[in-house]
């Protein structure tokens, strides 16, 4: 019996309802049947070992894909920080708000470096006399909220509790860095007949030689007032005069002090005595007995340390006079650390480049010779050493091309990379290099040295809040003389007040700028600014900027702009800010006032800063004089125009007589007013 489709009687629409769903049945058993096929391939192919040998390498190919995509991660230790840093990754800084540390209180929100100073340094006090308060009452602050335990919270134990005389008591005054309480504490143990040990006697004579035999000034107390005295009366005493300003604070080193009495007790002397004399010597200025005491080191047959060669190199230009004597000392230093088989750091390279800057035309040369050596032995150069070699080359009689090569081969020797603090000479790279890019107008170079501040922490070593004043007053100040004003506001908006405070001589940059690029129409926001940084008491800024709103017309809108402007300098001049007084009027900002307000129609304003000019004892110009009769001209007005003709008399004006020449001409007087102009053109030609 031959059935199909179309012999079976069915009812309309039924055999296509149950025709759709067999289809689908039908393509899903397809579909997975194939999918469960090839499974079962690939575990038969796994687990039969007796296959063929073309089948077991179809099994090794498959088993090293499954192996090169499955990466097993190694262990990572994640320091204390490391939840905070990620937390700190997801923030950028606002660029609109201050330093974050006066964001708990915007009335001490900072305007100019100097408050930013101010406030900073007030914070740190107050932390300061908490901790002082703290540390003198520790019997108050026992009770320890921290769950886990930090003990930078608890009160420190800064009070002697050991009164006998005894080496531990000893240890006790050089762990509080009390030196003046030790000193006298090994000086009973002698005279008791105590034998004191070598370590506690290098422990004190460690003490003694980095703060100078003198007690550390704590950050509670004041400095004392002696010191700055003794230095100075030690400078004169050995130069007669001194020849820099920081002898002040290098000649500091004592006859005959506590550290070389001490030394000369000491019953053994090892190499740590003596490095910790020589390192005090070459801190505190004495350069001459270092050297002597280096060389009865080498007589007694002791090998110096590196940290002792460090200094004595750094000390070598303070003993020689001439530069190759310079260099030679420095180089018989070299020669004798390898003779004892000292290794040179980090340190001792800076130390030699530093020395180097000292040096004269040997130091170019020489340098490069220094880095060459430093990467010869692995040792990777600090920002110091960049900052070094670009103090050696830069001089403002060398070549241009000569400083601009140099500071391109040291952006691409740091570009990309992160550098950490390893010594105080670090946080002079960024603003050196600014300056040489500043001083060679070198904008390009400017951004690389911007890019590698930004780049991971390098912003840490930027220094400190003056340090970074400085930087960034470069790099604005090149930006207003090399980019377009739109960049240049791009970055105004960028730094300021988050990261710079600008001086007046950064706002007058501003002002030149936005005058290069025909962008005076900013001039009214730029005001704002200057009052709110507290520059408005700077006559020569505030000039400035009134001559530039006066120098050239403008349409009304931007007229109006200026007119307010120049209303608000008045009422600064006449009423002062707070608590500062008035600054004294000058005849340019009267004159600029009033062209100003005449520019902007506003003439009863202009009229009263015309009667301004008696009041203060200030002549206005003549040019000021011919713009007020144009504008009354523009309005018709006869009795201004004689009034302005008194005015001009009044103050013997050359141009009186021209005046009143022109109005005679220009405007219909009455025989009053022809009468009074008569009079006073006669009467100024005859003092004439």
Known sequence: MNLNRNSLPSAPGVVSKMAAPGKHVGHYIYKNGRFLISNFEQFSLRRNFGWSAVVCQQNASTEREYA???????????????????????VNR?????????????????????????????????????????????????????????????????????????????????????????????????????????????????????????DPVQDDKPEAEDVAQEAQEEGRRRKGRLRR?????????????????????LPERDTRAYSALIRGMVKYGAHVKAFNAYTDMLNNRLTADVHTFNALISAAPEVRERYTEKWDLIVELLKQMNEQKVKPNLLTFNAVLKALRRCGSLARALSLHTLSEMKAMGIAPSLASFDHVLGIFYKAASPSQVQTDILQEVMTEVAGKTFVAQEPDDVNFFSSAMRICLDTKDIEAAYRVHDLLRLGENWRLLGDSFQQGIY?????????????????????????????????????????????????????????????????????????????????KHSPEIQESFAVCALDVRSLYEQGQGARMAPEWTATAMTNITSILLAAQKKQQAWDMLKLFKTKNRVPS????????????SSNDPQHAVELVQISASFCLHSTPKLAERVLQEFELSEEQKTILSELEVSTEVSE
């Open 245 to 265: 300003a920081s002898d002040l604070v290098k000649i500091v080193w004592r006859e005959n002090n506590n550290a070389e009495r001490i030394f000369n007790l």
């Open 622 to 633: 003549e040019e000021l004089m011919e713009e007020f009769l144009a504008s009354i001209k």
């Open 68 to 90: 090169e995509a499955i990466v097993i991660p190694k262990k990572k230790t994640w320091n204390k920080w490391a939840v905070l840093q990620a937390l700190a990754s997801t």
């Open 472 to 552: 960034y007053g470069r790099m604005f100040n090149l930006l207003c003389m090399m980019e377009h004003i739109d960049v240049v506001l791009k970055w105004y908006k960028e730094l300021i007040p988050s990261l710079y405070y600008p001086n007046p001589q950064g706002m007058r940059d501003l002002l030149q700028a936005l005058d290069t690029d025909n962008r005076l129409d900013m001039i009214p926001q730029i005001w704002k600014d200057i009052r709110r940084m507290g520059h408005d008491n700077k006559s020569d800024l505030v000039d400035e900027l009134l001559s530039l709103m006066a120098r050239d």
């Open 94 to 214: 606002d660029p609109t708000a201050p330093h974050y540390m006066f964001q708990d209180d915007p009335y001490l929100t900072p305007r100019t470096s100097a408050e930013f100073k101010l406030y900073s340094l007030s914070q740190e006090s107050g932390r300061m006399a908490a901790n002082h308060i703290v540390n003198k009452n520790p019997k108050f602050f026992q009770k320890d909220f921290a769950e886990p335990h930090i003990p930078c919270l608890m009160p420190e134990t800064m009070e002697l509790r050991i009164e006998e005389v005894s080496e531990a008591a000893l240890l006790e005054r050089i762990m509080l860095r009390k030196v003046k309480a030790a000193v006298d504490m090994y000086d009973q143990l002698l005279q008791a007949g105590t034998t004191v040990s070598t370590d506690a006697s290098n422990d004190l004579l460690d003490l003694i030689c980095l703060y100078g035999d003198r």
